[in-house]
Nanobody, 125 residues
């Protein structure tokens, strides 16, 4: 069984920054992909960012491009999401995702095998 634990969420003011962390663990588990999604109240879960360890590539949603940076430690199955210039529209529960498949359509919610429980990010003055 693979378990993902997120941390770093909280209440922040518009224009400020935060850093989310996620660590995945499991017997013999080694993620090929890790990423972040978010789900605002009343909305569907949407893609934020992902890293592909095999290809050493990153992918970002247009809504956060230029404001977000995803990074991590493959050996530790750990991923981070640095978000700057936060907006009220960024308010959501942020979910960490991981997958050990050879290929993952990272932008698709349905494509990921493992999910964390989420951490609340609220951007408000």
């Amino acid at each position: 069984q693979v378990q993902l634990v997120e941390s770093g969420g909280g209440l922040v003011q518009p224009g400020t920054s935060l850093r989310l962390s996620c660590a995945a663990s499991g017997r013999t588990f080694s993620a090929n992909y890790m990423g972040w999604f978010r789900q605002a109240l009343g909305k569907e879960r949407e893609f934020v960012a992902a890293v592909g360890w095999r290809s050493d590539t990153t992918d970002y949603a247009d809504s956060v491009k230029g404001r977000a940076t995803i990074s991590g430690d493959h050996a530790k199955n750990t991923v981070y999401l640095q978000m700057n210039s936060l907006k009220p529209e960024d308010t959501a529960v942020y979910y960490c995702a991981a997958d050990d498949a050879t290929f993952v359509n990272v932008r698709s919610v349905k494509a990921w095998d493992y999910w964390g429980q989420g951490t609340q990010v609220t951007v408000s003055s």
